[in-house]
């Protein structure tokens, strides 16, 4: 079956630790998005990436860093600079049409729960 | 970027009874889209309204768009217990491309 999947589920970070993120995705998709959610609140961009070796930053890109070396495979580094790093982490991808990413579903992996030690 | 309200915050029902959920926002938008995400995991695609669209329906779901007013509905009838859920609607605007996420509706379904 075609899907996301994120690792590990949970993971903790000690003081002055950067910490990777896995996203992979057999979907074929061409854009991938990594998200952050916080209790009670909806998603909030941080990273996204249209072609492999490209990216952009999100709304809240300080303290974290992505790269896409390969179309299946979009990590996220939670930098010690990131100084509240406890959240959810979702990676998503989705397809491109002329419009656009934005225009088509996203496909969401389980996420990865960040707290610190 | 601009982010969907929406209301209610939370709400409770029992089942077969009908649930629905609203969405606003600020901007023009190409589209609006709905998902589901059950407690501790990812989120679930429901459905896509794009802006020249009023309403739309996928089994159980109805959404609604009125870009008059720059709201959105989602309605689910006969409600199951395996609705329990929290709902987002997200967006895409006019000039931009990227989703922006509301804060969802809660939905518990009482047995």
């Known amino acids: 079956d075609g899907g996301i999947t994120q690792s590990p589920k949970y993971l903790f970070r000690k003081e002055g630790q950067n910490v990777t993120l896995s996203c992979e995705q057999n979907?074929?998709?061409?854009?991938m998005y990594w998200y952050r959610q916080d209790p009670g609140q909806g998603l909030r961009l941080i990273y996204y990436?249209?072609?492999?070796?490209?990216?952009q930053k999100g709304d809240i890109a300080e303290g974290y860093s992505v790269s896409r070396e390969k179309k299946e495979s979009f990590p996220l580094t939670v930098t010690s600079a990131q100084k509240n790093p406890t959240a959810f982490y979702l990676c998503?991808?989705?397809?491109?049409?002329?419009?656009?990413?934005?225009?088509?579903?996203?496909?969401f992996g389980d996420g990865t729960r960040l707290s610190i030690l | 970027s601009q982010q969907g309200e929406e209301d209610p915050q939370a709400l409770s029902i029992q089942e077969g009874e009908n649930a629905t959920m609203n969405c606003s926002y600020k901007?023009?938008?190409?589209?609006l889209q709905w998902y589901r995400q059950n407690s501790g995991r990812g989120l679930v695609h429901l459905i896509l309204i794009r802006s020249n669209e009023r309403e739309k329906h996928s089994g159980r779901l109805r959404v609604t768009l009125d870009t008059s007013k720059k709201s959105s509905s989602l309605l689910i009838t006969a409600s199951r217990a395996a609705d329990t859920a929290s709902y987002f609607c997200?967006?895409?605007?006019?000039?931009?491309?990227?989703?922006?996420f509301g804060a969802g509706t809660t939905v518990t379904v009482r047995a």
């Open positions: 997200a967006f895409v605007s006019s000039n931009d491309y990227k989703l922006s």
């Open positions: 990436s249209q072609i492999v070796n490209d990216f």
């Open positions: 998503a991808s989705s397809n491109i049409d002329r419009g656009g990413p934005g225009n088509q579903p996203q496909h």
């Open positions: 901007t023009s938008i190409n589209n």
């Open positions: 979907l074929n998709h061409d854009a």
